[in-house]
């Protein structure tokens, strides 16, 4: 090769090695063929990720007080891992090979795929050449820790896994739930303690490091919400105005109200994010499929549309309940962990003259045995003798012993004991009959700050839900009511 020609070679790649470090997109677009045979299809969400991605690099490459960390929810098959957690701490690296990075995800094998994919960019021809300066350490240079000459390193671990000893400039986290571990709540609780307990600690600095998430959403207390609520609660501890903490980029593959931010909806092609990889025909097989993880996973809402069991749109919510009615039952579905665990409900049941049926009051928390009893017998004293009450018994002598104990608590009062049994106990069979009335438009609440997490915890019954106990609640004073109903019927019909 002549002179000239090496240093036209030479030029060509110390331009190239200008424009990608300059640009995490154009790096993307150039290394796209050292790891991935298919050509470079372009699209719009691509670029926009990149520079998301690159402005939040930025601030840590100056050593700049730290702003917000970053969630992003977008489907499968929108290179979201090549982007994210394949790409990127490749191109962090030519900015500043001393930088460190923390990879993970639910499995430790789907993030050693994903370090190991990043070496390969690293040690291709390309990347040496337009990166001669950095090179990975012979004596570090394992599949799950693998560190260059300037002493940065990317480490890759498991959601839940020890990451005892390392700390990081960028803690990246590619789908922390296994898609079908996401109704599990030990996995849930796994997968949230990690990431608000253990990862934050791994931070260089707390001041300047931010944490990436990258997830399809699977779960309504999922890390993503976990994040968003942590911020929200932080947020209100600091100044009037203070923004929150946490960037949320939400792209679904269908136009609906869940992008953010809004203003991303008008990138839609069609109603679609990406008409050529991800177009309806594709996503109408899944839909099929699998309507709930479509929903999560390509809508990015744990919740189908018209949510499960429960269609809460149809719930009317009324300042002002009636003056008369027919019948009321106050029934308890009883736990007795304070703090933790299951809630005790007492669902407060009308129907009205007009055999409209309301929930009228909701006593709610998570109580020890003493506490809860005390709480039964004051809201027996708020209602008064004409409410009946209502107690579930649990399986078990246990179960009866408690039963038995409230309403010895309960004296002078109207008290009822329900034993849930046969084909139809279980909580899903038990709410059907209440579930049809709500779907039917005839169930009202009563306004109050209780009517959100009512309404939320129907919405997700029967799907990933976290808590049963006022759906139970609700559905037993309810079943008591029409049971009643059909009694006081046959009497009058045999009257007559």
Not at 315 to 342: F, H, M, S
Request: hydrophobic share 35%; glycine share 8%; charged share 25%.
């Amino acid at each position: 090769m002549t002179d000239f020609n090496i240093k036209a070679s030479l030029d060509e790649y110390d331009l190239i090695a200008s424009i990608t470090r300059d640009s995490f997109y154009e790096f993307v677009v150039e290394f796209w063929d050292t790891i991935i045979a298919e050509p470079f299809v372009d699209n719009w969400h691509i670029k926009y990720l990149c520079d998301e991605l690159q402005v939040l690099a930025e601030r840590v490459f100056n050593w700049q007080p730290f702003l917000y960390d970053l969630i992003i929810n977008i489907s499968p098959g929108s290179t979201k891992s090549t982007i994210c957690s394949i790409m990127f701490p490749a191109w962090i690296w030519t900015r500043n090979a001393s930088y460190r990075i923390i990879g993970a995800s639910y499995s430790a094998h789907i993030q050693l795929s994903l370090a190991l994919r990043g070496r390969d960019i690293i040690k291709s021809e390309k990347y040496k050449k337009c990166f001669p300066h950095i090179s990975l350490r012979k004596d570090q240079d394992s599949k799950t820790y693998f560190m260059n000459n300037f002493g940065g390193y990317r480490y890759s671990v498991g959601v839940g896994g020890s990451v005892t000893g390392m700390h990081g400039h960028f803690l990246i986290v590619d789908d922390p739930l296994d898609p079908n571990a996401a109704v599990s709540e030990a996995e849930l609780l796994k997968s949230n303690t990690w990431m608000t307990d253990t990862l934050p600690s791994r931070k260089v600095n707390k001041t300047i490091v931010p944490i990436i998430l990258i997830m399809q959403r699977l779960h309504q207390k999922d890390c993503t919400a976990e994040m968003l609520n942590q911020a929200i609660d932080v947020q209100k501890s600091e100044p009037e105005g203070s923004p929150l903490r946490v960037k949320h980029i939400c792209i679904p593959a269908v136009l609906t109200d869940n992008v953010n931010p809004p203003e991303l909806k008008e990138y839609y092609k069609g109603g679609l994010m990406d008409p050529v990889l991800l177009p309806f025909s594709i996503l109408n097989k899944y839909k099929v499929v699998s309507p709930y993880s479509y929903s999560g996973q390509y809508e990015q809402s744990p919740l189908p549309p018209g949510g499960f069991i429960f269609k809460t749109e149809k719930l009317i919510v009324a300042e002002d309940e009636p003056q008369k009615w027919k019948r009321n039952v106050r029934y308890w579905d009883k736990a007795g962990t304070a703090g933790g665990g299951a809630f005790t409900v007492g669902a407060l049941i009308g129907q009205d003259m007009n055999d409209r049926f309301w929930v009228r009051d909701i006593q709610r928390g998570q109580w020890d045995s003493f506490t809860r009893e005390t709480k039964i017998r004051q809201t027996a004293e708020m209602d008064g003798i004409n409410i009946e009450i209502g107690i579930e018994q649990e399986p078990g002598s246990g179960g009866k012993d408690s039963a038995e104990n409230t309403v010895k608590n309960l004296r002078g009062f109207n008290v009822f004991i329900d034993k849930p049994s046969g084909s139809d106990s279980s909580k899903e069979a038990r709410a059907m009959p209440f579930a049809a009335q709500v779907n039917g438009g005839n169930v009202y609440l009563v306004k109050s700050d209780w009517n959100r997490n009512y309404i939320n915890e129907l919405s997700y019954f029967g799907g990933p839900a976290q808590y049963k106990d006022q759906v139970d609640a609700s559905s037993g004073g309810f079943n008591r009511i029409n049971k009643q109903a059909v009694r006081v019927g046959a009497l009058f019909r045999r009257s007559g």
